[in-house]
């Protein structure tokens, strides 16, 4: 009855249920829902490329005074072709890769491992910094790191001790053959090394090492990254030294320098998601969308609105007949249906025509027997009573129907 009385009352104020949204809102609604899942999943898949390395961090996107940012620039402006590798599978590359690690407690040796024989510049850590509160990019200088942490970038293959002192601007020293342009003032303070694996090529005053390469090796070691960073190539002669010490490390011509950020942890990741939106499973990921697309085209256009539900039983006794009729039919009862509607045909006959009650059924059908007609009562029983498929069962019926009819007449 409830859903009755819902109709009703749609038809009579001319609306309808589906009318609360009209096409063109659950049109709109599914188009941004869409555009959001798919907009939330590239984000999801690329935040690791999209990250600008704005964090104030030593490394090569920073443009902090303890980030590589502008050397970067500085190499692509003078034709070096600088790039910056994200992805561990670039440390193959032939090209001069220029390591930053920012603590002595990051993994080189996988690093250390690809790089074998190929022109490398490790720079040492040297400064304590934390960001900038008010600026973003910026930092502020806590102080030095402690001595051990450069010292331990590459331990336990290379033993290094990491000293600081005084330089007084004093100029660096080129030690065997080397560009003289290498040779400029030391930072303040000076960070050097000392290590039996280490020959030098740029010392101090005393010998000390600020640069200097792994014996057997392509491996080259800076120890004071003042010379390299944003803080240190802001004057113009630190600035060509900075570039001439990039030449001199990359002697074998590369056309290019890459300065790597995965040690600094701004590498990026290798996932199943990432890779639904690259060749060559981009393909399949668009196949994908048109199919998804062409269901959801097809399922709108087939189905249209949604319908009411239909009642699970009908209203009415023809309803109720059905039902009755379609019970008798699989509880396999037809045959017995004969008898039994002569027998109502009787007691209606003992009703209509004053049959005395206390006659039995058999002289009750004599007693009708006298009545006039084409055919005695006797003998329409008789054929219900025969009847045992559907078709003679209907005839025998309709027979004593036909009967009860002539008879009221």
Request: aromatic residues 6%; proline residues 6%; hydrophobic residues 45%.
């Amino acid at each position: 009855m409830s859903e009755v009385s819902i109709a009703a009352a749609g038809a009579g104020d001319g609306k309808n249920a589906d009318s609360i949204f009209s096409p063109l809102a659950v049109a709109l609604m599914l188009v941004i829902g869409i555009l959001g899942f798919a907009g939330s999943l590239l984000l999801g898949a690329y935040a690791p490329d999209l990250r600008s390395g704005h964090n104030a961090g030593a490394h090569a996107l920073s443009t902090a005074a303890t980030g590589y940012a502008g050397i970067v620039e500085l190499a692509r402006a003078t034709g070096r072709n600088p790039h910056i590798i994200r992805a561990e599978e670039a440390w193959n590359d032939e090209d001069l890769v220029v390591a930053t690690p920012e603590h002595g407690t990051v993994n080189m040796s996988k690093f250390l491992k690809a790089r074998r024989g190929r022109p490398t510049l490790i720079v040492l850590p040297k400064w304590d910094t934390v960001a900038d509160g008010r600026t973003s990019g910026w930092v502020n200088v806590a102080g030095l790191l402690p001595a051990f942490d450069p010292a331990g970038v590459l331990a336990p293959g290379v033993v290094m001790t990491v000293t600081r002192h005084r330089s007084g601007a004093r100029m660096l020293r080129v030690v065997g053959p080397g560009t003289p342009s290498l040779v400029t003032s030391a930072p303040q303070p000076l960070q050097v090394v000392t290590s039996p694996a280490l020959l030098p090529v740029l010392t101090d005053d005393a010998g000390r090492i600020v640069l200097g390469w792994i014996n057997g090796t392509s491996i080259y070691v800076l120890a004071d990254p003042d010379l390299l960073n944003n803080h240190g190539i802001r004057r113009l002669d630190r600035a060509r030294g900075a570039l001439d010490l990039l030449d001199y490390v990359n002697a074998n011509g590369a056309r290019g320098i890459g300065f790597d950020v995965t040690l600094n942890g701004l590498g990026r990741g290798r996932s199943p998601l990432k890779l639904a939106f690259e060749p060559p499973f981009l393909a399949m990921t668009l196949a994908i969308v048109v199919a998804l697309a062409l269901v959801g085209w097809q399922a709108l256009v087939r189905f249209g609105s949604a319908q009411p539900p239909t009642r699970a039983v009908a209203f009415g006794k023809a309803a109720l007949i059905d039902n009755s009729a379609m019970i008798v039919r699989k509880a396999g009862r037809e045959g017995g249906l004969g008898t039994r509607y002569a027998a109502l045909i009787r007691d209606r006959a003992r009703a209509m025509f004053g049959v005395p009650a206390h006659l039995p059924d058999d002289a009750v059908d004599r007693y009708l027997d006298r009545l006039q007609g084409a055919t005695t009562f006797t003998a329409l029983v008789a054929d219900a009573g025969d009847a045992k498929h559907p078709a003679d069962m209907l005839a025998a019926a309709q027979a004593l129907h036909q009967w009860q009819q002539e008879k009221t007449r």
